[in-house]
């Protein structure tokens, strides 16, 4: 059985960082890419960062580019994200993603992902 566990989600004021964090586990497919979802209350979920299987390869959202870092950790099965420069609009429920390969996963399509976590809140006050 797949699981993910996020943590690292709280609340910060505008400008502050946090850093979120995805143990994946009962998945061994070592070819899925891991992306980081949000949702904000009354919007549609949307794709913040991806990461390939080895983690060579990293696509952000225009709206995060420059201020978040996704990376991962295969032997322990994480795969985090660093979150910098927080803006009152980062202020959602996050979520990551897994099952799929690089090609599908950088599209930011949330059907294309059949695993997912619970979710962890970030609070960003201005």
């Known amino acids: 059985q797949v699981q993910q566990v996020e943590s690292g989600g709280g609340s910060v004021q505008a400008g502050g960082s946090l850093r979120l964090s995805c143990i994946v586990s009962?998945?061994?497919?070592?070819?899925?890419?891991v992306a980081w979802f949000r949702q904000a209350a009354g919007k549609e979920r949307e794709g913040v960062a991806v990461?390939?299987?080895?983690?060579?390869?990293?696509y952000y959202s225009d709206s995060v580019k420059g201020r978040f870092i996704i990376s991962r950790d295969n032997p322990k099965n994480t795969v985090n994200l660093q979150m910098d420069s927080l803006e009152p609009e980062d202020t959602a429920t996050y979520y990551c993603?897994?099952?799929?390969?690089?090609?599908?996963?950088?599209?930011?399509?949330?059907?294309?992902?059949?695993?997912w976590g619970q979710g962890t809140q970030v609070t960003v006050s201005s």
């Open positions: 009962g998945y061994t497919d070592s070819s899925s890419s």
């Open positions: 990461i390939s299987a080895a983690g060579s390869l990293t």
């Open positions: 993603a897994t099952g799929v390969a690089w090609s599908l996963a950088a599209n930011f399509k949330p059907e294309n992902f059949p695993y």
